[in-house]
Nanobody, 127 residues
Framework: QLTLVESGGTLAQPGGSLKLSCTGF????????VGWFRQAPGKGREGVSC????????KYADSVKGRAAISRDNGVNTIHLHINNVKTEDSGVYYC????????????????????WGQGTQVTVSS
């Protein structure tokens, strides 16, 4: 059974960058669309970015558009999320999640479609 483990949570300064990783265990991530979500204290969980299995459908939330990049490394069964020029509002617990296999390949920032979730990794942006 596929399980997901996030890593890369950090304390970053405003204007800096962060790199988060989502590694799959027990199955290949290349057969699943993967999304990144985050939850700030006292707020609901929001979709940040996602990528389809073939990488042709990639989405970013407006809050990170132009600052974020999502990528696959199938060789190590990992999805990376880079965010540059981080802001205090980027703080929160970041989760990755996997969609069941879909045809045609697609991804979504709607969390209800995802059925595999990691435990989360904490990101704090503060000066």
């Amino acid at each position: 059974q596929l399980t997901l483990v996030e890593s890369g949570g950090t304390l970053a300064q405003p204007g800096g960058s962060l790199k988060l990783s989502c590694t799959g265990f027990g199955g290949p991530l290349e057969f699943h669309a993967v999304g990144w979500f985050r939850q700030a204290p006292g707020k609901g969980r929001e979709g940040v970015s996602c990528t389809s299995t073939d990488g042709r459908d990639i989405k970013y939330a407006d809050s990170v558009k132009g600052r974020a990049a999502i990528s696959r490394d199938n060789g190590v069964n990992t999805i990376h999320l880079h965010i540059n020029n981080v802001k205090t509002e980027d703080s929160g617990v970041y989760y990755c999640a996997a969609l069941p296999p879909t045809r045609p390949p697609m991804c979504t920032l709607l969390e209800d479609r995802y059925d595999r979730w990691g435990q989360g990794t904490q990101v704090t942006v503060s000066s």
